[in-house]
């Protein structure tokens, strides 16, 4: 499949390999699985939105914020295989959501990160999933994906 030039052609980026803040590795190949970190969003090391779901940040920043999440994940990805292209299937997604007391939308803004998987991917997109509240995600993040991906 041709999934980078999917990417460009849906005017996305997937961002340089974000460097762990903590003790732990992007992603790790095991057979022809990828299991790639969790990922906040950010750009350059810098989150991008901070907040909780339900109090600071609304669904739709926090869609967004799913999705930049996401593509930082596609980054640690490639940083193992070369190029998104040896993806087969995106198989499971977890999504974190920092929630204020009361918000029970979570699976709406993690929605965000699916939906992009599949305008990428497409059927090999779709994927099992969680969709977490949590009380709190590391420095103030709203998001915070995870996902498994096959490869050939």
């Given amino acids: 499949m041709e999934f980078e030039a999917r990417i460009k052609e849906l005017g996305l980026t997937v961002p340089e390999l974000p460097k762990p803040a903590f003790s732990y590795v992007p992603a790790v ?62 198989v499971k997604l977890n999504g974190y959501v920092a929630s204020a007391e009361g918000f029970t939308d979570q699976p709406q803004v993690i929605n965000g990160a699916s939906k992009l998987l599949e305008e990428i991917f ?18 103030g993040a709203p998001v915070e994906v995870e996902m498994v991906v096959a490869i050939q």
Wanted: with cysteine; hydrophobic share 40%; net charge positive.
């Fill in 29 to 90: 190949q095991v057979g022809n699985l990828i299991f790639a970190s969790g990922q906040t969003p950010t750009i350059a090391g810098q989150l991008t939105v901070r907040g909780k779901l339900g109090r600071e940040v609304t669904i739709e920043q926090g869609q967004e914020a799913a999705r930049l999440a996401v593509l930082n994940c596609l980054a640690e990805v490639r940083s193992l295989t070369g190029s998104l292209d040896r993806i087969t299937r995106i």
């Fill in 122 to 139: 497409g059927e090999v997109g779709k994927h099992a999933r969680a969709a977490l509240g949590v009380a709190e995600l590391p420095a």
